[in-house]
């Protein structure tokens, strides 16, 4: 332990000039001290060199209690056990680091943060979800391309053991499930934790889906997309909460998987960060974060409409 510590230590007082410098926007989710102990801690087991968070922003959302309950927790937490030094704007975040998390998890926030972060030229990786309506999605696209920043974002479910094992060839539709609490402040339902499934689906399926009927009842919500190769995907959304899993149908059988298969951790998302950061190609195209907002949407209006199909835009 002492010789764990020591290695924390060492790592924080000597930076190497090799390593990317990150900054937090957002200190009110678990997942900002959960990625700070797998970057900063070299003597962590899943420690993933090449890049370090060295300075936070703390933002925060006060008339979200998950979000006020939780912003000063976390900010203490980073400080105090991985040495990240807590500025009081993104301006100042923006003249100490080489690329920024977007964590805050409010996603009503992220535009106005995006568009303050943009300012600094500086790739970015906005964490689940990108946006809270489909307007805002669409402006954070605008705004990266006016400004030429590259950005993207994805949940952790992508690059889970189960998604490997169920990418086969010949693949004929999938059907998706998972927890499906909801926050009334965001417009885009699916997009509070429904948005984990919806990462599941378009991982397995791709883009191409033309058409969305959302069928929804107090405890669980059915969305089905109908792509245009006539495949069917589909998610359920189960409330308060379930295991995530799949099932995918090939031309011979069908495959599953469930449990932590699914939700073990966030190794493989962080270490696709890193890459993106290093390398400035995006392991998820910009083209299939949109259309996976534009399906939520048509299931939003699908909802609306009494279940009847929605066209894509």
Same mark, same amino acid.
């Given at each position: ?19 990317? =410098?990150?900054? #937090? ?5 678990? &997942? ?14 899943? &420690?993933?060199?090449?890049? +370090? ?16 309950? +939780? ?20 301006? @100042?975040?923006?003249? =100490? #680091? ?11 926030? &992220? ?8 300012? *600094? ?49 010949? $693949? =004929? ?5 998972? /927890? ?10 699916? @997009?509070?934790?429904?948005?984990? !499934?919806?990462?599941? $689906? ?5 883009? *191409?889906?033309?058409q969305v009927t959302m !069928?929804?009842? /107090? ?17 359920? #959304?189960?409330? /308060? ?8 149908? !090939?031309?011979? @059988?069908?495959?599953? =998987? !469930? ?20 390398t400035g190609v995006s ?31």
């Open positions: 332990m002492a010789y764990s510590r020591f290695l924390l230590v060492l790592a924080l007082a000597l930076p190497c000039a090799a390593q990317i =410098k990150l900054g #937090v926007v957002g200190t009110d989710t678990s &997942h900002v001290p959960a990625f700070a102990a797998v970057l900063n801690d070299p003597s962590n087991p899943n &420690h993933i060199p090449g890049a +370090r968070i060295v300075a936070a922003y703390k933002g925060g959302s006060a008339d979200l209690p998950s979000s006020a309950t +939780r912003v000063d927790k976390y900010a203490d937490e980073v400080k105090t056990k991985y040495g990240v030094e807590i500025v009081p704007d993104i301006a @100042t975040l923006l003249a =100490k #680091v080489d690329a920024v998390l977007l964590e805050s998890v409010d996603g009503r926030i &992220h535009l106005s943060q995006f568009r303050e972060i943009a300012k *600094g030229g500086k790739p970015v990786f906005i964490d689940k979800p990108l946006a809270a309506s489909i307007k805002d999605a669409r402006e954070i696209a605008r705004i990266g391309k006016q400004m030429n920043v590259k950005w993207f974002s994805s949940s952790s479910l992508r690059y889970g053991p189960g998604i490997d094992a169920l990418k086969q060839p010949g $693949l =004929k539709g999938v059907m998706a499930w998972g /927890p499906g609490p909801v926050e009334p402040s965001h417009e885009l339902e699916l @997009t509070w934790y429904g948005i984990h !499934t919806v990462e599941i $689906l378009y991982t397995l399926m791709g883009t *191409g889906c033309k !069928t929804a009842s /107090p405890d669980s919500d059915v969305v089905t997309g109908l792509w245009k190769d006539g495949r069917l995907g589909t998610i359920r #959304v189960n409330r /308060p909460y379930s295991d995530f899993g799949a099932a995918v149908v !090939t031309p011979k @059988t069908v495959l599953s =998987k !469930t449990g932590k298969e699914f939700s073990s951790g966030y190794y493989g998302l962080i270490k696709e960060i890193v890459k993106f950061f290093q392991p998820v195209p910009e083209s299939e974060t949109m259309e996976m907002f534009e399906f939520m949407e048509a299931a939003r209006q699908s909802k609306l409409k009494g279940g009847v199909p929605v066209a894509l835009q």
